[in-house]
T-cell receptor, first 113, second 116 residues
Framework: QQQVKQSPQSLIVQKGGISIINCAYE??????FPWYQQFPGKGPALLIA?????SEKKEGRFTISFNKSAKQFSLHIMDSQPGDSATYFC????????????FGGGTRLMVKP | KAGVTQTPRYLIKTRGQQVTLSCSPI?????VSWYQQTPGQGLQFLFE???????NKGNFPGRFSGRQFSNSRSEMNVSTLELGDSALYLC???????????????FGPGTRLTVL
């Protein structure tokens, strides 16, 4: 059972544009939602994370928007750069159940110069 | 501070063999989790160890096992390898001071296992 659904699978954005990746979850016990960035041949790197008590979190060009009632959250990359080209994964975790991340399927982002 | 290290980085085995992968977490981190990454199934949770105890286990057969040592280093073992076990195996470490504490997970570069 896929508990975190991510879309789109792939995304092409022009340099300077906004990249938007969406995720939806089913388990209402999830209380921590990180985003990871992965380059080929590397492990996922933590980008930004949010807890359900806030609706938005911004770090530099990266913003997470969170909608608890809809059970959805999204990553916005402002002023997208070619160096942002990577695969992005959303994830969710139930803090009371231990360190077990459930990942979305991933989005391959390409930023064209 | 050194990051999560995994050894070996690449491994080629044949069906039926067994393999042991190693993970050294970030200094001070007590939680180590293992994930399998494949193109078809994506990132899937294998198991988590905290203070030498398995705290969670994903939906994988018993051929997959692990352990954690007193210095928080962890190993995972896969016995009777199958072609479908070919994957990138990732280890993640976390501080996890207590329930509700810091649960940021930091990943290592992974071990690329190829089963022939």
């Amino acid at each position: 059972q896929q508990q975190v659904k991510q879309s789109p699978q792939s995304l092409i954005v022009q340099k300077g544009g906004i990249s938007i990746i969406n995720c939806a979850y089913e388990n209402t016990a999830f209380d921590y939602f990180p985003w990871y960035q992965q380059f080929p041949g590397k492990g996922p790197a933590l980008l930004i994370a949010i807890r359900p008590d806030v609706s938005e979190k911004k770090e530099g060009r990266f913003t997470i928007s969170f909608n608890k009632s809809a059970k959805q959250f999204s990553l916005h990359i402002m002023d997208s750069q070619p160096g942002d080209s990577a695969t992005y994964f959303c994830a969710a975790l139930n803090n009371n159940a231990g360190n077990m991340l459930t990942f979305g399927g991933g989005t391959r982002l390409m930023v064209k110069p | 501070k050194a990051g999560v290290t995994q050894t070996p980085r690449y491994l080629i085995k044949t069906r039926g063999q067994q393999v042991t992968l190693s993970c050294s977490p970030i200094s001070g981190h007590r939680s180590v989790s293992w994930y399998q990454q494949t193109p078809g199934q994506g990132l899937q949770f294998l198991f988590e160890y905290f203070s030498e105890t398995q705290r969670n286990k994903g939906n994988f057969p018993g051929r997959f096992s692990g352990r954690q040592f007193s210095n928080s280093r962890s190993e995972m073992n896969v016995s009777t390898l199958e072609l479908g076990d070919s994957a990138l195996y990732l280890c993640a470490s976390s501080l996890w001071a207590s329930s509700g504490g810091n649960n940021e997970q930091f990943f290592g570069p992974g071990t690329r296992l190829t089963v022939l």
